[in-house]
């Protein structure tokens, strides 16, 4: 069983992190911050132990946010010489999101220097909180920077819903200043980059899906191999919740002229078992038709109602007159996102974002 995140701030490393910054900071006071980075820290989740040593940097660190920020640049790893780098650095993006928006520019400098060895994603977000025209104006000039994490850090710090970090709500609301951040980064040679790029195309998605839709319309004609994925992976919302802009950008248009049929080879299904289905989908039109094929599982909820939840199953173009027939299993088994309850279920099939078949069947507890 894989350890708890928890564990990945613990005694040994802040030893570690305070021998670098002592080696930096002769007068840093290494014994206090280690009594006070490590009191208690094994009763507390991931969050609160960064926390507490984030309170042990404010205790013995400068008041003045210059001096602690010239502190902490000095012991990043340079040319080759040990400094704060991975877990370590968790606290210390807490420590600049709580002192640093008082110096913005300095801040977020620290917070581009600390990036290549950690992430800084997290702690660049009080800045674009704290004055949003203000922090993306600097952000927006990492577009370009050779470093692939400086880059990844402009798209991935601006995402408007980014995971385990604060929400920024302006950019909620009005994600369009956003946008030419994005763009610029839409062919970064690196991967890293892209994958952010889309994650960020998505959240947008969430709460603007025509804007999502319009803008993957507009740069998707000629696009590259790695572009086309991007974009892809930036409307997989849209194509689960069948939008038809966003099915018509990959060429899923309406399917009136085809033929769904299900079968369910199980109408019962044990928990922790699967149910097990058959699709056939055939062509009757007169020309070849791209299909998206996605099923959802209406699972009962504990006043009875069903919700549905997508999955994706497979791509593939037909031929007219021509037919195609797969058999799947859906795993019923316990998850830490879900709670099931025995009843009636429903599965429904999915082409092009329309349902186009359905069953129900029934989940039975042990």
């Given at each position: 069983?894989p350890?708890?995140?928890k564990?990945?701030?613990?005694?040994?490393?802040?030893?570690?992190?305070?021998?670098r910054?002592a080696?930096n900071?002769p007068?840093?006071d290494?014994?206090?911050f280690?009594?006070?980075?490590?009191?208690?820290?094994?009763?507390?989740?991931?969050?609160?132990r960064?926390?507490?040593?984030?309170?042990a940097?404010?205790?013995?660190?400068?008041?003045?946010?210059?001096k602690?920020?010239?502190?902490?640049?000095?012991s990043l790893?340079t040319d080759?010489?040990?400094?704060l780098?991975?877990w370590?650095?968790?606290p210390v993006?807490?420590f600049?999101?709580?002192?640093?928006?008082?110096?913005f520019?300095l801040?977020?400098?620290?917070?581009?220097?600390?990036?290549?060895?950690?992430?800084?994603?997290?702690g660049?977000r009080?800045?674009i909180?704290?004055d949003?025209?203000?922090?993306?104006?600097?952000?927006?000039?990492?577009?370009d920077?050779?470093?692939?994490?400086v880059?990844?850090l402009?798209?991935?710090?601006?995402?408007?819903?980014l995971?385990?970090a604060?929400?920024l709500?302006?950019?909620?609301?009005?994600?369009a200043?956003?946008?030419?951040?994005?763009?610029?980064?839409?062919d970064d040679?690196?991967?890293?980059?892209?994958?952010?790029?889309a994650?960020?195309?998505?959240?947008?998605?969430k709460?603007?899906?025509d804007?999502?839709?319009?803008?993957?319309?507009?740069?998707?004609?000629?696009?590259?191999r790695?572009?086309?994925?991007?974009?892809?992976?930036?409307?997989?919302?849209?194509?689960?919740?069948?939008?038809a802009?966003?099915?018509a950008?990959f060429?899923?248009?309406?399917?009136?002229?085809?033929a769904?049929e299900?079968?369910?080879?199980?109408?019962?299904?044990?928990?922790g078992?699967?149910?097990?289905?058959?699709?056939r989908?055939?062509?009757?039109?007169?020309?070849p038709?791209s299909l998206?094929i996605d099923?959802?599982?209406?699972h009962?909820?504990?006043d009875?109602?069903?919700?549905?939840?997508?999955?994706?199953?497979k791509?593939?173009?037909l031929?007219?007159?021509?037919?195609?027939a797969?058999t799947r299993?859906?795993?019923?088994?316990p998850?830490t996102?879900?709670?099931?309850?025995?009843g009636?279920?429903?599965?429904?099939?999915?082409?092009?974002g329309?349902?186009?078949?359905?069953?129900?069947f029934?989940?039975?507890?042990?």
């Amino acid at each position: 069983m894989p350890e708890p995140l928890k564990t990945l701030l613990h005694e040994a490393l802040v030893g570690n992190m305070a021998d670098r910054i002592a080696a930096n900071a002769p007068s840093f006071d290494r014994e206090r911050f280690v009594w006070l980075a490590t009191d208690g820290l094994g009763a507390r989740e991931l969050m609160e132990r960064s926390a507490l040593i984030r309170d042990a940097l404010f205790a013995t660190l400068p008041d003045d946010f210059p001096k602690a920020a010239a502190i902490l640049k000095a012991s990043l790893p340079t040319d080759g010489k040990p400094g704060l780098t991975g877990w370590m650095l968790l606290p210390v993006n807490q420590f600049i999101a709580a002192r640093g928006p008082d110096y913005f520019d300095l801040g977020l400098d620290l917070l581009k220097a600390l990036t290549p060895h950690f992430t800084a994603e997290f702690g660049i977000r009080p800045f674009i909180h704290r004055d949003q025209q203000r922090a993306l104006a600097i952000i927006s000039g990492w577009v370009d920077d050779p470093d692939q994490h400086v880059r990844r850090l402009a798209s991935e710090g601006t995402r408007p819903r980014l995971p385990w970090a604060m929400r920024l709500p302006q950019l909620v609301k009005d994600p369009a200043p956003i946008l030419p951040v994005l763009t610029a980064l839409i062919d970064d040679p690196e991967d890293y980059v892209r994958r952010s790029v889309a994650n960020s195309l998505n959240d947008i998605a969430k709460d603007h899906p025509d804007l999502v839709a319009a803008f993957i319309a507009g740069h998707i004609e000629g696009a590259s191999r790695e572009r086309r994925w991007l974009l892809k992976h930036a409307s997989r919302t849209l194509l689960k919740n069948g939008h038809a802009q966003a099915l018509a950008n990959f060429g899923f248009g309406a399917t009136a002229s085809l033929a769904c049929e299900l079968r369910l080879l199980n109408g019962e299904v044990l928990f922790g078992e699967g149910l097990d289905f058959e699709i056939r989908v055939t062509n009757a039109g007169k020309a070849p038709q791209s299909l998206m094929i996605d099923y959802a599982i209406h699972h009962m909820k504990s006043d009875g109602l069903l919700s549905p939840k997508v999955f994706k199953c497979k791509t593939l173009m037909l031929a007219p007159g021509q037919s195609h027939a797969m058999t799947r299993r859906h795993t019923m088994r316990p998850i830490t996102t879900r709670r099931y309850y025995p009843g009636e279920h429903r599965i429904a099939i999915l082409v092009n974002g329309a349902e186009s078949a359905s069953e129900s069947f029934v989940l039975v507890m042990p």
